[in-house]
């Protein structure tokens, strides 16, 4: 059974810090692109990141470029997003999602998605 699992959601004041994870499980870790997309209430879901080891490649949306890295621990099929200078619009539930894009902010070209984490971000 497939699985992603995220975490590492919470509150936190304008300016700080949240490291989000993606755990995933039941399929090949290294076969598929891992991102990051966030959803926040009355805006269309925002691709934030995505990492591939198949292309051996980053992205980054430009609202979050230079706040945001991507990492991966293979060995722990784990996905890491770290959130810096965290803004209020930033809040969101974060999702990560597993597939093979052909674009990586495509949200439609993902196989498998996790739960969600809420970020929020007070002013």
């Known amino acids: 059974e497939v699985q992603l699992v995220e975490s590492g959601g919470g509150l936190v004041q304008a300016g700080g810090s949240l490291r989000l994870s993606c755990a995933a499980s039941?399929?090949?870790?290294?076969?598929?692109?891992i991102g990051w997309f966030r959803e926040a209430p009355g805006k269309e879901r925002e691709g934030v990141s995505c990492i591939s080891e198949i292309v051996g490649r980053t992205y980054y949306a430009d609202s979050v470029k230079g706040r945001v890295t991507i990492s991966s621990d293979n060995a722990k099929n784990t996905v890491y997003l770290q959130l810096n200078s965290l803004k209020p619009e930033d809040t969101a539930v974060y999702y990560c999602?597993?597939?093979?894009?052909?674009?990586?902010?495509?949200?439609?070209?993902?196989?498998?998605w996790g739960q969600g984490t809420q970020v929020t971000v007070s002013s």
């Open positions: 039941g399929f090949t870790f290294d076969d598929y692109a």
């Open positions: 999602a597993a597939g093979r894009p052909s674009i990586w902010y495509f949200g439609r070209s993902y196989d498998y």
